[in-house]
């Protein structure tokens, strides 16, 4: 019997890999001759870097950059065999490199994914992808702007920033290939707008909520790409990406598609996914609402964890965790287990 653990991470808890050999470790230890292939999966957000990296290789490179609020922070991003380099928001605006008290949407910039894009277009890649998700920021990309502005063509070589910011592009970036992968489907401004469904994520009052979405809607260049999906992913990052050029994709089937998991998971008896916490966005371009559509498509059982779970996807088997991230590890290795001896019978 085959047990596939495609698990999404369990953000700022426990990565996409470390959940997986968690679930590997509890049912390969219920000794009762269980197999588990070892699937992490991201969407586009936190850990896409890392499971492409364990898909398809790579080098990892360090470029200097701005946190949220400025300060000097260490971010990577990772160079593909193919010539792609895959650049993370959450390396250079990631929420967790702040501390709980220093969440502030108004005040956090997206400059820094900006830099650490300039970063990686030295390196001369002939494609880039953006990967959005886990991001501190509700600026619609004013940071990044800048960014690019102030580096008016120099760091990303011959003038082709000004061609980007020119708008002239049409999806490439003086002559690299902008794609954008997005990790909800969500589009800029309303009720499942940027401001009004993560900006509370990110340390917004209601009254701060308010004044994010009046920001975002008098973002006139950003208008045209407002209802893309994906043009709220990342704090308004995908419109403003899709303003500069850029092609939204969902990440979580890009990322399906690189580990092969259609393959895979035809192949197994059980496929266990889940995150941190199981809500209504879990279905909303989610890696593990993506898990399970493919299972469904191809007819395999499939189970569904989170530490916490605050509404279950209708007619998918749902397990919660403890809910302390001090015990996830042990949470999804006793979990582990139990689908074992489950499966056997």
Known sequence: MLLLAAPASLKGVLSAGAAAAALAAGARGAGVGVEVDLCPVADGGEGTGDALYGALGGEWRTARVVDPLGRPVEALW??????????????????????????????????GLGELLLAALVEGPARVLVCL??????????????????????????????GVLGGALGGALGGVRLDVACDVRNPLLGERGAARVFGPQKGATPDVVEELERRLAALAELAPFAALPGAGAAGGLGAALAALGGRLVPGAGLVLEAVRFHERAAGADLVVTGEGQVDRTTAEGKAPGAVLAVCAELGRRAVLFGGRVVEAPPGVDTRALSGDPAHAAANLRALGAVLARELTG
């Open 78 to 111: 990772l160079a593909l065999p193919d010539g792609t380099a895959v650049v993370e928001s959450a390396a250079a605006i990631g929420l967790p490199l702040l501390a709980e008290a220093e969440r502030d949407p108004l005040r956090a910039s997206s400059r």
């Open 133 to 162: 998700g886990g991001s501190a920021t509700v600026d619609g990309g004013v940071g990044l702007r800048e960014a690019l502005a102030a580096d008016g063509g120099g760091r990303g070589g011959g003038g082709a920033l000004g």
